[in-house]
């Protein structure tokens, strides 16, 4: 998402870089560029009007005008405006209140709330150390209760054994008394949605809501619907009251509309976007991190998270030991390509690198994850004393190991080139120290 409004904003600020110096007039020819790019993003026209108006007022003070680098200071006024259209600090789902904590998600039929509630109870497990109980009130589509409970199995999380022929309101309050019982401190309810907002759907949530007191209602909003999730969003926030919305499909390749506009329009902060269909695909919201992405600065801050949470720490210990003694095998080649195959998608990690967005959009995901596949197999295919000493494969061994991988002796060798020139990049940064190499890199706007 946002690549087509990426490069549009690139090329304004590469414009204004070949100016030398940036005048009112130069101002103005930006504005528009950004004016035009935004609309043919699906932003809505109120949004962009009130963003552009603070830009301009911001970029034609003398500040800027006298600036050495006035198309810097231009970029930072445009990206600071869109922190601020996207909600500006980040905000935490509150949970403070008396267990359990009751949570709604509503929004229409095919947004996804099913799956983003699994992916919630997941967060808040996982991340959170809670104990959710989740509650599948959409007694309209059986088919959504048992994808909840197949959901909750694979989470190892209880879910509520809902009656089809029971009333929503009924289900939800014997659901409340049964995770008092369980001793579970937060109640997820999976709502009905329909392809439309109609006056039955918003009195059944309606009673819902009086029922059982809901401290948070979240809107889940498809990205991939434009400015019609921005009035969807209205439309439930008017008849319930909306706490908070959780952006859906943020990783598809709609143009963006939505993620930029409901904020703004709605005024509830977005808590949570959905960047996959896995169930770990569910992230915090930060303003801040989506604007960089937008405007091509990459996203440091979310790839040491996905770190974080995804390479251990023995195994980290272990790359770090190899690294510095320069024992690097293939024993650590392979521990590196299943660290990165946890962290998500080549294409989607590539995005948060400042620069590489343009990179990212080249590469052959599909292509690029049968590769991996293919490498973890011909490793898996060498004996214990191969992977630590490569220097003893000779042909025979390599054609032995082809044939255990399902693959060739050029597939073999392809691999064996390419971790002898990893290896040799270790050794050169180890020798360097990680300071120097630091220091080596360029900027990335430079």
């Known amino acids: 998402m946002f690549e087509s409004l990426t490069e549009k904003l690139e090329l304004t600020f590469k414009r204004l870089r070949g100016q030398g110096k940036i005048t009112e007039t130069n101002i103005d020819d930006a504005i528009r560029d950004v004016r035009l790019a935004l609309l043919e993003a699906d932003v809505h026209i109120k949004v962009v009007k009130n963003f552009l108006d603070s830009v301009k007022a911001k970029a034609t003070g003398q500040e800027v005008l006298q600036s050495l680098t006035p198309d810097q200071q231009f970029l930072k006024i445009v990206r600071d405006e869109l922190v601020e259209l996207l909600g500006g600090e980040h905000q935490d789902l509150d949970l403070k209140t008396a267990p359990p904590v009751v949570i709604m998600l509503v929004g229409l039929q095919g947004s996804g709330k099913t799956t983003t509630l699994a992916k919630l109870a997941r967060h808040l497990n996982k991340d959170k150390k809670r104990s959710p109980y989740l509650v599948p009130a959409d007694v309209y589509r059986p088919a959504a209760i048992e994808q909840l409970k197949i959901l909750g199995r694979e989470l190892d999380l209880p879910v509520h054994d809902s009656d089809p022929e ?193 990179l990212a959009a080249q590469v052959d995901t599909e292509k690029a994850e049968s590769e991996l596949k293919r490498v973890d197999a011909i490793i898996n295919s060498m004996t214990l004393g191969e992977r630590r000493n490569p220097a003893i494969l000779n042909g025979s061994r390599r054609r032995r190991i082809a044939q255990g991988s399902g693959t060739t002796v050029t597939d073999v060798n392809r691999l064996m080139k390419q971790f002898m020139e990893m290896k040799k990049m270790m050794q050169r940064v180890s020798k360097l120290g990680v300071k120097s190499l630091f220091n080596r890199m360029p900027h990335p706007y430079s």
């Open 166 to 358: 029971a009333s929503p309101v009924a289900l939800c309050r014997q659901a409340l008394s049964a995770a008092q019982n369980r001793l579970c401190d937060v109640l997820l309810i999976d709502t009905a949605g329909r392809l439309h907002i109609d006056e039955e759907l918003m009195q059944e949530l309606t009673a819902i809501k009086d029922a059982v007191r809901p401290h948070q209602i979240l809107f889940v909003a498809d990205a991939m619907t434009g400015q019609d999730a921005v009035n969807q969003a209205s439309g439930f926030d008017g008849k319930l009251g909306l706490t908070g919305i959780i952006l859906t499909k943020l990783d598809g390749d709609a143009r963006g509309g939505a993620a930029l506009s409901i904020r703004e329009m709605v005024g509830k902060p977005i808590l949570f976007s959905g960047v996959g269909e896995k169930l770990d695909a569910l992230e915090p919201f930060y303003p801040d991190r989506l604007a960089s992405r937008i405007l091509g600065m990459g996203d440091v801050l979310s790839l040491i998270d996905k770190v974080q949470q995804n390479v251990e720490e023995k195994e980290a210990a272990k790359l770090q030991k190899a690294f510095l003694k320069q024992q690097f095998t293939l024993e650590e080649f392979q521990l590196q390509l299943k660290q990165i195959k946890r962290m998500g998608s080549l294409g989607s990690l590539l995005e948060m690198v400042p620069g590489a967005k343009k």
